[in-house]
């Protein structure tokens, strides 16, 4: 049963891909034996194309390709209907709402050029047309008046949703109320998803931390799975650096319940780029908690665990956890970090020198213990005396005789 269930939404987004193939294909052979067939209203292919999309909320790709299919059928459909057909209210309104779920622009320019004109607000046909070609000014202009609380609900949480757009860096808490507006209306579906997606970008704008700590916890809850939820991840990391959870303990833990929401994978990605953002800001406390974290959920040898000691061992500048530190960057397999992370790692092993050698190095230890990597020689070369050539030809000719007396121990 539970296998069943995991099923169930990719199977109902391919079988509603699969009847609308087969309803085209359908009255394509009814047509060719001559028989009347009655093509459904624009308002009902609608409907489809809605029922897939909550398909796609849900994170049915199956229900994405069958979307595009349908799309391309209802461009097809609707240029070719006559112009009666679009003075049916229903069918009109289903005309804005097919472009600006994906449709072709081609066919609003159609729809406008009718005579008489599809029984809707004209405004929101140009609006709706100005939307997907990029003229904000001239959307925002056509949209003033228009209310989408006084619309049909279907169509008015797209217009709320296309009319916040421009507001989201002008006007911040317009574009949140329209945004607000947009889920209300349009409940559980795709535009939904989008609103809560931009809603939690806009909270985090404007550093409203109760606000993006909720609306990102009412996203996870809902749409988690989403086709889209990749673009919520990358927006709510992005946001999580301008927020400054990093900079206090009590704040940090403000994102304990937001964090645990998330898939494992995505946790741990999470708890290292504040573990790092935290120790490149001097938050050591904040640093060493969201280390700790990652490292549970991290695997030995991996990357991230190697990069995630690095952390651990800056973290703790206390002369008592030199020994544990020592031997944690020496653990370190160096071969598989970035030549950003072996910096870190030099940073972190100059640190702690500096800290074991003030006031007095510990007990029966002399001198640095490690660096990450080695020095170049200095280009310029006035700074070495005859001595110090002197020396360095010897060196190199004991390591020579050295290298002579091993091979012949070994015949």
Known sequence: MRCLSIRIPCFKGLLLGLMAAVFWVSAAWAQQVGKQTSDPE?????????????????????????????????????????????????????????????????????????????????????????????????????????????????????????????????????????????????????VEEAALRREVFVAGMTGNVDRFRVLSIRYLRRFRTSVYAGDFRRRFALSLDTLGFVKSEDKFALLDDVLHEFDADSRRGLYLRLARSALLAGHLNVARKATGEALTLTVDGTKENEILKIYLAATRLDPEFITANRDLLWSIDKSILTAQDLAMLDGVYTVLNSVRHFPEPPPNVIGEFNVATNMDAPEDQSWVSADMELANVLLRRTGKSLAQLGEQDER
């Open 42 to 190: 624009p308002f009902e292919m609608i409907r489809s194309l809605q029922s897939l999309q909550e398909q796609i909320a849900q994170g049915n790709s199956h229900a994405m390709q069958a979307q595009r299919a349908l799309l391309t059928k209802m461009d097809a459909s609707f240029v070719v209907l006559p112009a009666e057909a679009w003075q049916e209210p229903r069918n009109a309104r289903a005309a804005v709402i097919h472009l600006l779920s994906g449709g072709h622009p081609d066919v609003m320019r159609y729809l406008l050029s009718l005579d008489p004109a599809p029984a809707v607000d004209r405004k929101l046909m140009e609006a709706s047309l100005a939307y997907v070609e990029g003229r904000e000014e001239d959307m925002i202009v056509l949209l003033a008046e228009i209310d989408p609380l006084e619309l049909p609900a279907s169509l008015g949480g797209h217009v709320a949703l296309v009319k916040a757009a421009p507001y989201i860096r002008t006007d911040p808490e317009k574009a949140m109320e329209l945004l607000q507006v947009a889920s209300l209306l349009m409940p559980g579906t795709l």
